[in-house]
């Protein structure tokens, strides 16, 4: 999985609790990625980093945040979390100067009760 | 806006048989597209893309994409299906006018379950 590592890769939690997601990379890409895996939707993207402390939204941003204090780190944070954000998310990264080909990560399974 | 639609949601094909996953974009530029494919519990593994040139590209495992631009379509397919091909395949599209912001983002199909049967 092209250096990159998510964790936890499995977390159960109760509905209004916080979660944060982290994602590690050791390629030295530029972007990274958060999606969220939902049967019939495919993947979906949550917010997406261009840089250190550059970040904007994607397609499902509501509910979630994300900081990116360091180029290996990205955390996808769940201010209180609700059923309908129980998904798989996955991580990906991709370089400056690609097509935007990118790379995932394992992904981490979240049930929300 | 950008859209990618896979019409599969499911695809059988028997052991050593031709396969085919179908993918139709909608871009307003040039695409640049994708194709993905996870294996259980696991990430996306990049299989091949089309940026520019010549209309089949070649990519990881034997697999090859056609691009029609006529038809909007970039279709996955592979000569001899292998019972470890079974896998969930997605189709991806950009926008290939734009190099930054949220127009570069990779815009992903649902996803078409193939199963290869022994």
Known sequence: ?????????????????????????TENHRYM?????????????????????????????DGYSVSRSKTEDFLLTLESATSSQTSVYFCAISDLNSYNEQFFGPGTRLTVL | A????????QVNVAEGNPLTVKCT?????NPYLFWYV???????????KYITGDNLVKGSYGFEAEFNKSQTSFHLKKPSA?????????????????SSGSAR???????TQLTVLP
């Open chain 1, 1 to 25: 999985d092209a250096g990159i590592t998510q964790s936890p890769r499995h977390k159960v939690t109760e509905t209004g609790t916080p979660v944060t997601l982290r994602c590690h990379q």
């Open chain 1, 33 to 61: 990625y958060w999606y969220r895996q939902d049967p019939g939707h495919g993947l979906r993207l949550i917010h997406y980093s261009y840089g250190v402390k550059d970040t904007d939204k994607g397609e499902v941003s």
């Open chain 2, 2 to 9: 950008q859209s990618v639609a896979q019409p599969e949601d």
């Open chain 2, 25 to 29: 974009y909608s871009v307003s530029g």
């Open chain 2, 38 to 48: 996870q294996y259980p519990n696991r990430g996306l593994q990049f299989l091949l």
């Open chain 2, 82 to 98: 292998l019972v470890s091909d079974s896998a969930l395949y997605f189709c991806a599209v950009r926008d290939s006018r734009f």
């Open chain 2, 105 to 111: 983002q990779l815009t992903f199909g649902s996803g």
